[in-house]
């Protein structure tokens, strides 16, 4: 099974694309889109055209990304929105399963603890998958373990 995860941002979108099952995952591709400074209608086409790029040259079976997590800043949590929106028109553009995972779901299926903190998630990557070493961006980290959690999850 062949998993295109994201980790949705108006500022940055964590991207990767994992496959096998959530004992013995693979790591295919990762990375973190930074979409340039400027309009918002600007930075969402970048969002949406690099979503169907990795679905094209990918070919995913399905689309893993963190549901939407309100936190205090509420111009944080629009464009989070309107990026998870741009990346939703992507998916069903192109017929494929979506699935959300929650950031306790996420926490769970990585470090067995739902509470665990970030640092946490981010040292256990390391122990479940081959990682190319490279310096990383949390975004993309938490790419990384959302298509893991997909994986472990098996809903499609």
Known sequence: MRILAIDPGYDRLGVAVVEGDSSRPTLIMSDC????????????ATVS??????????????????????????????????????ILAAAGIA???????????????????????????AQMIPRLLTLPTKKRLDDELDAIAIGITALATNRF
């Open 33 to 44: 889109v930074i979409p340039r400074k400027g309009e918002r209608k600007d930075r969402l």
């Open 49 to 86: 055209c690099t979503i169907s790029a990795a679905i094209e040259k990918y070919t995913p079976d399905a689309l893993a990304l963190e549901t939407l997590f309100f936190n205090a800043n509420v111009k944080t949590a629009l464009g989070v929105a309107e990026a998870r929106g741009a």
């Open 95 to 121: 017929s494929l399963t979506v699935i959300e995972c929650s950031p306790q779901q996420v926490k769970v299926a990585i470090t067995g603890h739902g509470g665990a903190d970030k640092t946490a998630v």
